[in-house]
């Protein structure tokens, strides 16, 4: 065989390869929806966990038809501005490994949205999170995306978020800040005195499997953020493996600390919190310190928990503590810990620089969306559907149907 077309065979089989590693993470990262499902609807009361599951469902379906529209286009088109995206819309006439590549990003599209759907559980208006969903995967996340990802003024100035840290989960975790914020907590959450209430999930088996299955879909998602079969997707995923057990070690060691009970719920937010702070340093970093990423990962999430709890701010599922703090902590921590070159100050000021542009991007352009949304057609449910549960209120159905005190089929009585 001449050599010119041996080099072409070769050519032709890593690009086929890329492609298949790509379409198995695509596959990976999607499964995380069901991820978010379990825990999310796990973490809520019985009757609300029918409109939980039907946020993490829609969501997805929809943010995927808006993201090829418009959002894909928006992150990832010629950008001379540096600011987002000119063309790409509705993308056809591509190449395989183009298409390929939208796939994988329409995941962490959807990725990002379901974020705060955890957080505004069981007392949010399911016709209002549905445009919440237009909103954030055609606008808010992929225009901090571009800025990143898509070449953009971050980009340039030498800004590491490799899978995501700030890109997807601290942008989602800031949009579940400013509607947690809009939203009020949900009735009972809070005394007259500001002493917070527990409230309990109605299935921690459920939040378990939900959190394992998460963490299956993290080796797609930073490993698959290689874009290609390569070598580095081997410690990619080992330093998200270490991330993720050494971000719960971080929950027992500070429970022991503050004697506090070592709840289930914060063991696997304490994984959760690992896996997020160690998406945006991954492929730059030694295990030793994605190891000390995911320790402090783990205090990130109680600490945050609590600090929320001070400030009577109701998050159902703790996604602000794991998504939005634990997402700015570890693209602090790429900075300081990239390999070769630790604790480089330039590198930490851009690191910073960006944690920063995102927070102030997505906090306050979500707040005044929900605000509007609240104007348009109210955010929150009224207080009687909210004291019924959402499942009939707005499904007309309910998880558990031998065990309700609401006759279906009967007709609603609002």
């Known amino acids: 065989m001449p050599a010119t077309a041996a080099a072409q065979d070769a050519a032709l089989l890593r690009r086929e390869t890329d492609i298949i590693w790509l379409a198995v993470a695509s596959a990976l990262v999607f499964f995380m929806q ?9 973490m809520s009361r019985t009757k609300n966990s029918v409109n939980v599951l039907m946020k993490n469902y829609i969501d997805l379906c929809i943010g995927t038809l808006v993201f090829w529209m418009f959002g894909y286009g928006v992150m990832f088109g010629d950008n001379p501005s540096g600011w987002y995206g000119t063309s790409d819309f509705f993308l056809s006439g591509a190449s395989e490994l183009d298409y390929s590549l939208l796939m994988f990003q329409t995941m962490f599209a959807a990725t990002a949205v379901t974020i705060a759907s955890g957080a505004m559980a069981e007392r949010t208006r399911f016709s209002a999170y549905l445009l919440l969903s237009i909103l954030v995967t055609g606008i808010i ?11 953009g003024w971050l980009a340039e100035r030498g800004f590491i978020d490799f899978a ?87 929950i027992i060691i500070l429970s022991m600390i503050l004697r506090i ?10 994984a959760l919190g690992g896996l997020v702070a160690i998406t945006a340093g991954c492929a730059t970093m030694e295990p030793g310190y994605a190891i000390i990423t995911g320790l402090v990962a783990g205090a990130f999430v109680i600490g945050g928990t609590a600090l929320l709890a001070l400030l009577r701010l109701d998050d159902v599922v703790g996604a602000i503590p794991v998504h939005g703090f634990c997402g700015a902590w570890g693209t602090l921590a790429a900075g300081l810990f990239y390999d070769g070159d630790l604790f480089n100050g330039e590198r930490i000021v851009t690191q910073l620089l960006g944690i920063g542009a995102g ?3 997505a906090l306050p352009l979500a707040f005044i969306l929900f605000r509007v949304l609240d104007g348009l057609v109210g955010l929150r449910v009224p207080e009687r559907f909210e004291m019924q549960g959402l499942d009939y209120a707005e499904h007309y159905e309910i998880a558990y149907p031998e065990f309700g005190n609401v006759q279906l089929h009967r007709g609603k009585e609002f």
């Not at 930073?222 to 971000?247: Q, V």
């Not at 009970?261 to 304490?270: A, F, H, Q, Y």
């Open 34 to 42: 069901a991820g978010f499902a379990l825990l999310e609807s796990g």
């Open 141 to 151: 996340y992929p225009v901090y995306g571009s800025w990143v990802w898509g070449g």
């Open 164 to 250: 995501g840290s700030t890109v997807v989960h601290s942008i989602g975790g800031w949009c579940a800040l400013a509607g947690v914020i809009v939203l009020g907590p949900r009735l009972g959450r809070f005394g007259s005195g500001g002493k917070p209430a527990y409230i309990a999930g109605h299935h921690l088996p459920q939040v378990a499997l939900g959190g394992f299955v998460l963490w299956l879909g993290w080796f797609g998602f930073n490993g698959g953020s290689t874009t290609a079969a390569s070598l580095s997707i081997g410690p990619i995923n080992l330093n998200t493996h270490l991330a993720a057990a050494a971000g719960v070690v971080g």
């Open 261 to 270: 009970p070592l709840l289930l719920t914060n063991t696997v937010n304490g």
């Open 359 to 361: 927070l102030l991007w």
